[in-house]
């Protein structure tokens, strides 16, 4: 079973637009929801995270939005530039230190 | 420039052999975990170290699979006997823990198993 549920799979920007990334979660345990981009070749590294207690957090051109009573957050890319181009994952971390990751939405930023 | 660093980068071996993956967190970094990545499961959480000793181990198939933190500078992933399913990119991850809480974790750049 998913814990956390990420869409879209895929998703095509043209440069300059605005990347929109979901994620919806059911365990009420999670208190850490950060966001990891992927490049091919090597690990996820972490962009940016919020705590559940804050509705959103901006860090440059990167934006998450958390909605606690929908169970949802999502990343906003604004101002996508092709060098965003990457495999984005959601994740969420227990009260336990557990994390789970969502299954990852590929973007590509068209020049 | 601190990183985590895996060794091998790349594995090819026979179904039935013995696999060693290996670890060398963040100098400092008292938490490690080891997570597989594939197409259809995305990322998974195999085990979680804290101060080198194991706290969750759930995600990982106990009846092949072990992981070590011998000391504070190496985690080791093992499985025996590696099966063609166990193919896959296997990442190991460091972070601080404080307070019981770890936050962000450091990705090293995999090991990508392939079981023929």
């Known amino acids: 079973q998913q814990q956390v549920k990420q869409s879209p799979q895929s998703l095509i920007v043209q440069k300059g637009g605005i990347s929109i990334i979901n994620c919806a979660y059911e365990?009420?345990?999670?208190?850490?929801f950060p966001w990891y981009q992927q490049f091919p070749g090597k690990g996820p590294a972490l962009l940016i995270a919020?705590?559940?207690?804050?509705s959103e957090k901006k860090e440059g051109r990167f934006t998450i939005s958390f909605n606690k009573s929908a169970k949802q957050f999502s990343l906003h890319i604004m101002d996508s530039q092709p060098g965003d181009s990457a495999t984005y994952f959601c994740?969420?971390?227990?009260?336990?230190?557990?994390?789970?990751f969502g299954t990852g939405t590929s973007l590509t930023v068209i020049p | 420039d601190a990183r985590v660093t895996q060794t091998p980068r790349h594995k090819v071996t026979e179904m039935g052999q013995e696999v060693t993956m290996r670890c060398q967190p963040i100098?400092?970094?008292?938490?490690v975990f080891w997570y597989r990545q594939t197409m259809m499961q995305g990322l998974e959480l195999l085990a979680y170290?804290?101060?080198?000793?194991?706290?969750?181990d759930s995600g990982m198939p106990k009846d092949r699979f072990s992981a070590e933190m011998p000391d504070a500078t190496l985690a080791t992933l093992k499985i025996q006997p590696s099966e063609p399913r166990d193919s896959a990119v296997y990442f190991c991850?460091?972070?601080?823990?404080?307070?019981?809480?770890?936050?962000?974790?450091?990705f090293g750049p995999g090991t990508r198993l392939t079981v023929t």
């Open positions: 991850a460091s972070g601080l823990s404080s307070l019981g809480r770890a936050y962000e974790q450091y």
């Open positions: 365990n009420t345990a999670f208190d850490y």
């Open positions: 919020i705590r559940p207690d804050v």
């Open positions: 994740a969420a971390r227990t009260t336990g230190n557990q994390f789970y």
């Open positions: 100098l400092g970094h008292n938490t």
């Open positions: 170290f804290r101060n080198r000793a194991p706290l969750d």
